[in-house]
T-cell receptor, first 116, second 111 residues
Framework: SAVISQKPSRDICQRGTSLTIQCQVDSQVTMMFWYRQQPGQSLTLIATANQGSEATYESGFVIDKFPISRPNLTFSTLTVSNMSPEDSSIYLC?????????????FGPGTRLTVL | KNEVEQSPQNLTAQEGEFITINCSYSVGISALHWLQQHPGGGIVSLFMLSSGKKKHGRLIATINIQEKHSSLHITASHPRDSAVYICAVRSSGGGADGLTFGKGTHLIIQP
């Protein structure tokens, strides 16, 4: 299986600031995804992080608000820009396994963000 | 876009009871996942199914592709099974799409 770590695990931020969340995987993976889980809700896909090219965003999410980097096959960052209280959520990194774990989905521990 | 429905939304049962959680989806899929989320927020993948049935310990997952339906069963339930159980699907047709999630079933097992 893939082991995923995220930093920070939680943060409390002021309105109007930005936070960058890091996702590190212990093995090379093709597919990396960023999800958001708002309080009391299920997960929603923000974007697919593509290595070497721009991320693919879902409807309702834009690059200016959620810029994503994917410099290599084991690392990605998600930035939540110009935050408002509505951005308070758990943000999760997820990867799809390669080879024997093809199509398996693994999740990071999440970053709990509170915006005041 | 796939619509994923789970039932029940909330379930409270006594320790030892047999638990069934249902999931239905609207369009064809390449894979269906059952996930478990504990109160701290961490998500664990329980099963990935594309057909048939899988068993792991006291957990059993089945899928009927024709009916677009899957069930997760827990035998001899225990308070430590208390969690949110989430069904998620990847639609068929290729592409680099992430998963579409159901809203989850909040399960409480009372001792």
């Amino acid at each position: 299986s893939a082991v995923i770590s995220q930093k920070p695990s939680r943060d409390i931020c002021q309105r109007g600031t930005s936070l960058t969340i890091q996702c590190q995987v212990d093995s090379q993976v093709t597919m990396m995804f960023w999800y958001r889980q708002q309080p009391g809700q299920s997960l929603t896909l923000i974007a697919t992080a593509n290595q070497g090219s721009e991320a693919t965003y879902e409807s309702g999410f834009v690059i200016d608000k959620f810029p994503i980097s994917r410099p290599n096959l084991t690392f990605s960052t998600l930035t939540v820009s110009n935050m408002s209280p509505e951005d308070s959520s758990i943000y999760l990194c997820s990867v799809e396994g390669r080879e024997e774990f093809y199509n398996e989905q693994f999740f990071g521990p999440g970053t709990r963000l509170t915006v005041l | 876009k796939n619509e994923v429905e789970q039932s029940p939304q909330n379930l409270t049962a006594q320790e030892g009871e047999f638990i069934t959680i249902n999931c239905s989806y609207s369009v064809g899929i390449s894979a269906l996942h059952w996930l478990q989320q504990h109160p701290g927020g961490g998500i664990v993948s329980l099963f990935m199914l594309s057909s048939g049935k899988k068993k792991h310990g006291r957990l059993i997952a089945t899928i009927n592709i024709q009916e677009k339906h899957s069930s997760l069963h827990i035998t001899a339930s225990h308070p430590r099974d208390s969690a949110v159980y989430i069904c998620a699907v990847r639609s068929s047709g290729g592409g680099a799409d992430g998963l579409t999630f159901g809203k989850g079933t909040h399960l409480i097992i009372q001792p």
